[in-house]
Nanobody
Framework: QEQLVESGGGLVQAGGSLRLSCAAS????????MGWFRQAPGKEREFAAA????????YYAESVKGRFTIARENAKNTVYLQMNSLKPEDTAVYYC????????????????WGQGTQVTVSS
């Protein structure tokens, strides 16, 4: 059974940076598109960023475009989310997810989820 484990969350001031990591176990990581989603208190989970299995295609929500960067290292079974210029509205639990059959361009196809890591941005 594949497992996804996030790390790197924490408390940061507005304007600061954090890098999230997601380590995957099990076979298949190098063939999965990967993504990051987030859920703020009282809100539904929303898509943030995704990357194709080759790493050649990336997708971003408008709210994070230009500030967040998704990347992956298939040799380490790890995907990253570099978050810069953080804002209080970025406060959320961030989830790593795998799209095992698609290209990463459709948020509805992500079907494996990590437990999440909390990111809190203070003003």
């Amino acid at each position: 059974q594949e497992q996804l484990v996030e790390s790197g969350g924490g408390l940061v001031q507005a304007g600061g940076s954090l890098r999230l990591s997601c380590a995957a176990s099990g076979r298949g990581f190098s063939t999965w598109a990967m993504g990051w989603f987030r859920q703020a208190p009282g809100k539904e989970r929303e898509f943030a960023a995704a990357i194709s299995w080759t790493g050649s295609n990336t997708y971003y929500a408008e709210s994070v475009k230009g500030r967040f960067t998704i990347a992956r290292e298939n040799a380490k079974n790890t995907v990253y989310l570099q978050m810069n210029s953080l804002k209080p509205e970025d406060t959320a639990v961030y989830y790593c997810a795998a799209d095992r059959h698609g290209l990463g361009s459709n948020p509805e196809l992500f079907d494996r989820w990590g437990q999440g890591t909390q990111v809190t941005v203070s003003s």
